[in-house]
């Protein structure tokens, strides 16, 4: 995790650092810092939010035209100033080095060793601070040569900017296993994460590849291979979404995703004009010709929407499906079928866990690769063989919303084409599962509708320590998410359990204080969920239950139901998975918890 930005302008780029900072802290916001290189190097810190940092560089004079900022998601050490980023190295009395740091150092403690019997005084905890005083120990008057010995020496994952005393108007970046992208302006140059964080200064974005050392100079950069060869690396027009940060009427962009989704899914939906294999890409036909079986791999709330996926392909599709926790499946000896189709989903692309194991997967023989992600330009999106993007635009608030419908739409898709191509589909069930798919932005505006009665009940949640979320079958998964929501946001301690396990232990939770909510939607489940119910209402339980019009269920005593609209077969997931995003919302907003940026977490988790 973390965000880098660095700059290289004839300008005062504090400014443009900071703005970039901001647009990164999706990346963690555990503390941040700026530091110029100007007559001298000079840096602020804050373990407050960027907003901070701004304010304290205002009250200074803090100005240069060569910099590196930084926000930190805290890996070694606490989130203090010491430990926040960048991180200077002192030679004879002189700060000489300056360098910020996204990734993990697995040999740290033995360059710490190394150098600390060396004279080398460290201030801080982190991992980072061994590699500016490795780069200070090997300075020999060239940063770009230093930084090349330096990489070679360090074990594990990286993204590094740095800059040195005695060259100004020079960074050097290098890049493995975290990306890093190179930003080409007008007369200056730029270091970033992610281009969102250079929306406005340039559109002009090149990828580094892993293993690559850049060399960013005001009249230019040259990139140097992993052999430290010179290669050219195509720049492409990158349209940032710099409007996302835009909160516009909403309280918080969770709020603002979620309202989002209808459109989201539209556009995820745009151009689909039938269940054909080219929307996976050109070489889409003969993959889903050669397959027999799909293994999902992803984590959080991109697990989540590969569970739900696993009902839809075994069902409609008839194909066997796995799906695996990444950081679990990367690091065990599965048995190899190379004729599966391995999915790898993700918002952000660049998860480290869903990229090592998708690696992981084509190291042991997997030919056959797809990549459900938001964003075109990302790690996962560049390895695999097919991919498919999902629309929703940038997503700004750490718990997932308009990612994981517009994952879901994507995932329906390549259900329905898998189906179709494997003669289990036939037209007249395609038109009807079209027109359903075009249908959703509305039932969405529908069930964003009982926005009201939801708030009523999170009023009541907001005093609960604990609480209970079941579902069955294809909901199973979507009361899993609607637990992971909760907790993220409102710090709440949910879990999920598919309603025929309550009986073999959870029930001895089940009190008058635990809410239980169900997700109830009326398909073949329905009567064997209320018999779940009415167990955890002989227990005092209180149930709070998101049943669909067409269902028979009222509100009775310690029985609370928000009704939606009629249930939607297949697609229900989709509709019933965003009242539960409003409840999470609504918890934690009369909570007082920060939504956007819950506490301990980070937006992009790239590193292990
Ligand atoms: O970018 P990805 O979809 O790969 O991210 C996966 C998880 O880190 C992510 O879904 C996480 O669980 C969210 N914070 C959940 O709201």
Redesign the pocket.
Known sequence: MCGIVGAVAQRNIVPILLEGLKRLEYRGYDSCGVAVNNNGLKRARSVARVAELQEQVARTEFEGNTGIAHTRWATHGAPATNNAHPHFSTKDGEQRIGLVHNGIIENYEEIRTELKALGYVFESQTDTEAIAHLVNHMYDGDLLRTVQKVVKRLHGAFAIAVFAKDEPQRIVGARLGCPLIVGLGDGENFLASDAMALAGSTDQIVYLEEGDVVDVRLDGVQIYDKLDLPVERRAQTVQAYSGAIELGPYRHYMQKEIFEQPRAISDTLEGVLGFTPELFGPKAEAVFNDIDSVLIL??????YSGMTARYWLESLAGLPTSVEIASEYRYRKPAVNPNTLVVV???????AD?LAALKYAQELGHKHSLAIC?VGTSAMVRETELSYLTRAGAEIG????K??TT?LTALFLLTATLAKMRGRMDAEAEAFHLKNLRHLPNALQSVLALEPHIIAWSEAFARKEHALFLGRGLHYPIALEGA??LK?ISYIHAEAYPAGELKHGPLALVTEDMPVVTVAPNDTLIEKLKSNMQEVRARGGQLYVFADGDSQMHSSEGIHVIRLPEHYGLLSPILHVVTLQLLAYHTALARGTDVDKPRN?A???TVE
């Not at 989903?345 to 998860?351: A, L, V």
């Not at 750490?398 to 919303?401: D, G, M, R």
Request: charged share 15%; hydrophobic share 30%; proline share 0%.
């Open positions: 992803a984590c959080g709330t991109s697990y989903i993700s918002q952000s692309g660049e998860t869903t938001n750490v718990a997932s919303t990612a994981f994952q992971l929501k993220e977490l937006k992009s988790v």
